[in-house]
């Protein structure tokens, strides 16, 4: 059946000294994004936590008043909590797709100095 000429070996590839030169950049890049996005992350969870909380208050005040504007102030926090929550939500997958790709940038220079 379908067997390739490497099954069950593994193959490692060296890398030219460009090569890993390369790595080195893209690494760097990779970790430079990254601190980027963790500072990013910290104002974004700030805001975030106040704007839930400033939402969740808003709620009440129209529960309690029972007013058209006091549901409409509701409404207004509720999106922008629910948009900060979303963008939240995109940079924890960014902040995790870039530490997967420095992982295995980092493997890469790791196997050619095998």
Do not use: C, W
């Not at 960014?94 to 420095?102: H, M, P, Q, V, W």
């Amino acid at each position: 059946m379908g067997s390739s000429p490497t099954s069950g070996t593994q193959v490692i590839h060296t890398l030219t000294p460009m090569g890993q030169r390369l790595v080195h950049r893209k690494l760097a890049q990779a970790s430079s994004r990254l601190r980027e996005l963790q500072e990013e992350l910290r104002v974004v969870e700030d805001q975030m936590s106040q704007l839930v909380d400033e939402a969740d208050e808003l709620s009440l005040r129209a529960l309690v008043s029972e007013t058209p504007s006091a549901e409409f102030e509701y409404r207004e926090a509720k999106k922008h909590a629910d948009a900060i929550t979303k963008h939240h939500t995109r940079m924890m997958t960014e902040i995790a797709d870039l530490e997967s790709r420095i992982n295995d940038l980092l493997d890469r220079l790791k196997d050619s100095r095998s």
